[in-house]
């Protein structure tokens, strides 16, 4: 059985003075996408160049299918990757270019046809590649990464340049190779594409892992116990509700924000609970449900390296 796994134990990397991985590890498993997230510096790009064997790390260990990259006699075969849309030459075509890479790894130009039609470029298969947008030149990319029809991919922020119908195709692409029993991983700055795509995340800050574990289980984290009410009696809602501990904040001329009642869990029907035994009418009581945009800020507050200054307010 082919090994479809990427592991990084202990990674450690200087350049110079400043310290880019401090013991970073973690492992990407077959069978689901692996968002690779966190603030700029943080050390996402030094993994994975290290992964493929761009980098040599000070310490520890980068392996994929058990072994180190450099040992595979024909790496496109074990892990494909994107790190870098514009590293084309760009007075070849298309399709020219994926054949030069297919020649180097002994594949045919069969495969080639194949990938092309996988990523939506058979249209422009005989184009010149430098005449492409950023966002069919992830397109390529892709093609590329796929040549080898690999167990592992690695893809470092594939949706840059994607228009909507390009976003969408890549989701559904990226969930597609998952569920082919490949180890997907994918670097993102968009949390709003990760949450509808990724399966788990591993979380960095300042060259290590924050945080290693599924989408759905860090929204819950940080979705508390936050229930939003919506009632035409926001005043009186509000005093049953401080009464029972809850504390309360008004987020608009019908709603409030309320937090601290939870029982087991149950949040939101704690909230139903209190408010029909005084009688207190509602609209609307429904637990909150933090995004992964906001649930990724929160745990990495303090990992933020480059953080700018607050934008100044507005002469009235």
Known sequence: MIDATIE?????????????????????????????????GAGKSTTMRVILGLDFADAGTALVGGRPYRSWRRPLSRVGSLLDAGALQPSRSARGHLLWLAHS????????????????????????????SLGMRQRLGIAAALLGDPPVLMLDEPFN??????????????????????????????????????????????????????????????????VTVRTTVGPAAAAVLEGAGATVAVTGPDGLAVSGLAVSGLAAERVVAVLGEHGVPFSEVSAHRATLEEAYLELTRDAVEFRAAAAPEAAR
């Open 8 to 40: 990084v134990a202990g990674l450690r990397k200087r350049f110079g003075p400043a310290l880019a991985l401090d013991g970073m590890s973690f492992r990407v498993g077959p069978g689901r996408v692996t968002g690779f997230v966190g603030p700029n």
């Open 105 to 132: 790894q002994g594949l045919s130009a069969r495969r080639v046809d194949e990938v092309i039609e996988q990523a939506g470029l058979a249209a422009v298969a005989r184009r010149r590649a430098g005449g492409f």
């Open 161 to 226: 340049g994607m228009d909507p119908e390009g976003i969408v195709w890549m989701r559904g692409f990226l969930r597609s190779l998952a569920g082919q029993g490949r180890a997907v991983l994918v670097s993102s700055h968009l949390m709003s594409e990760l949450q509808d795509t990724a399966d788990h995340l591993v979380v960095v800050g300042r060259g290590r892992v924050i945080a290693d574990t599924s989408v759905a289980a860090l929204i819950a984290a940080s979705s508390g116990d936050q």
